[in-house]
């Protein structure tokens, strides 16, 4: 079936420093792959999406490039604020109304 | 900025209760998702509707758990009967084609 795998639970890094959390996936079909972010006590809100193979999408500093060869799309950013502290959520759509989300990622910038 | 509505930001029950919860979706989206968010942040579906009609659901939502999109009403999710596993955030999404999702604030639910 269709799934997403987000390896990193927790992410903590210093501020300035880059980061890139993974996303892979497993899907039969022709996907869209989306980032959301949610922040404490907020609603997700969507970051980045892709269908298209090796393109660099990019919003507000992250980037991500989806590779169907590897099937990952994995979300960088080349310098963390501490605003960027915040729950990341990588989410797969097969087609048919049908979302799959990973498991999400911390990350935790500190000063 | 997403402009999908939920009510209640925050709903307390007692096991055994009900609990219901509205969302109305971003102007134009005829597809809505709810979710539910446990305490390890994870994603749960529950149920997605284009415009009025169920497109899929989980067993369990046919169980305790019942929704609706009515035409030109707010959409809804209720739980018949509240049990203290059912403390979560319950999300709601509206799309476009069922794919990019809006997200409102959710409903965080605790059922003592």
């Known amino acids: 079936g269709d799934s997403v795998t987000q390896t990193e639970g927790l992410v903590t890094l210093t501020k300035g420093l880059p980061v890139m959390l993974n996303c892979t996936y497993q899907t039969t079909y022709s996907p869209f792959l989306f980032w959301y972010v949610q922040h404490l006590n907020e609603a997700p809100k969507l970051l980045l999406k892709s269908s298209t193979d090796n393109k660099r999408t990019e919003h507000q500093g992250f980037y991500a490039t989806l590779h169907k060869s590897s099937s990952s799309f994995h979300l960088q950013k080349s310098s963390v604020q501490l605003s960027d502290s915040a729950l990341y959520f990588c989410?797969?759509?097969?087609?048919?109304?049908?979302?799959?989300f990973g498991s999400g990622t911390r990350l935790l910038v500190s000063p | 900025n997403s402009k999908v509505i939920q009510t209640p930001r925050y709903l307390v029950k007692g096991q055994g209760q009900k609990a219901k919860m509205r969302c109305i979706p971003e102007?134009?989206?005829?597809?809505v998702f709810w979710y539910q968010q446990n305490k390890n942040n994870e994603f749960k579906f529950l149920i997605n509707f284009q415009n009025q009609e169920v497109l899929q659901q989980i067993d369990m939502t046919e169980k305790r758990f019942s929704a609706e999109c009515p035409s030109n009403s707010p959409c809804s999710l209720e739980i018949q009967s509240s049990e203290a596993g059912d403390s979560a955030l319950y999300l709601c999404?509206?799309?476009?084609?069922?794919?990019?999702?809006?997200f409102g604030p959710g409903t965080r639910l605790t059922v003592l």
């Open positions: 102007k134009g989206h005829p597809v």
């Open positions: 999404a509206s799309s476009l084609r069922g794919d990019e999702q809006y």
């Open positions: 989410a797969l759509s097969p087609g048919g109304y049908k979302v799959v």
